[in-house]
T-cell receptor, first 114, second 109 residues
Framework: GAVVSQHPSRVICKSGTSVKIECRSLDFQATTMFWYRQFPKKSLMLMATSNEGSKATYEQGVEKDKFLINHASLTLSTLTVTSAHPEDSSFYIC??????????FGSGTRLTVV | GQQLNQSPQSMFIQEGEDVSMNCTSS?????WLWYKQDPGEGPVLLIALYKAGELTSNGRLTAQFGITRKDSFLNISASIPSDVGIYFC?????????FGAGTRLTVKP
């Protein structure tokens, strides 16, 4: 149980375009989803916490207008990188779970902006 | 967000050797977790600890939740080549989860 699917696994986009990343909990209802960014050889950096039906809570320094998060249902959260630039290239990972419980990570999305 | 202090940063060991890594924090956590991340993948949960002083094993892995609730360690016994990867500790209080910087493990056959 507790399977989280993240899609796409890799995406290359042109500078200035927007990219949407999906995070789905396949066999459970996720009241909370987290979005992380990971730079090469670094740890996971929390970007935002997303609760179903409410606005996401962004960490300090993360631009909410650039990284749009939507958690419209208990099984789906999306992260949209708007007007992407090369410096947005990174590995993005979601995790999903129930409040206070354990969380399962998606397999990550490698974003390359050219 | 606040990170935990995880050490060592990297380890190069021979196959068959035992490995130990630990995490410390200035804050108390109700849950300690250990994850392994393979290249290009998301972290996978190895062991979850829910009680101070708890010692839990998962095959060749053993982890303990420090009695002060501010630290945890992970041991890997008789390492094998597939143990290669990055190991992260995480402390969790409800929806607040903080990660260590990771320990990069290399196992030489």
């Amino acid at each position: 149980g507790a399977v989280v699917s993240q899609h796409p696994s890799r995406v290359i986009c042109k500078s200035g375009t927007s990219v949407k990343i999906e995070c789905r909990s396949l066999d459970f209802q996720a009241t909370t989803m987290f979005w992380y960014r990971q730079f090469p050889k670094k740890s996971l950096m929390l970007m935002a916490t997303s609760n179903e039906g409410s606005k996401a809570t962004y960490e300090q320094g993360v631009e909410k207008d650039k990284f749009l998060i939507n958690h419209a249902s208990l099984t789906l959260s999306t992260l949209t990188v708007t007007s992407a630039h090369p410096e947005d290239s990174s590995f993005y990972i979601c995790s999903a779970g129930r409040t206070g419980g354990s969380y399962t990570f998606g397999s990550g999305t490698r974003l390359t902006v050219v | 967000g606040q990170q935990l202090n995880q050490s060592p940063q990297s380890m190069f060991i021979q196959e068959g050797e035992d490995v130990s890594m630990n995490c410390t924090s200035s804050s108390i956590f109700n849950t300690w977790l250990w994850y392994k991340q393979d290249p290009g993948e998301g972290p996978v949960l190895l062991i979850a600890l829910y009680k101070a002083g708890e010692l839990t094993s998962n095959g060749r892995l053993t982890a303990q939740f420090g009695i002060t609730r501010k630290d945890s360690f992970l041991n890997i016994s008789a390492s094998i080549p597939s143990d290669v990867g990055i190991y992260f500790c995480a402390g969790q209080n409800n929806n607040d989860m903080r990660f260590g910087a990771g320990t990069r493990l290399t196992v030489k056959p």
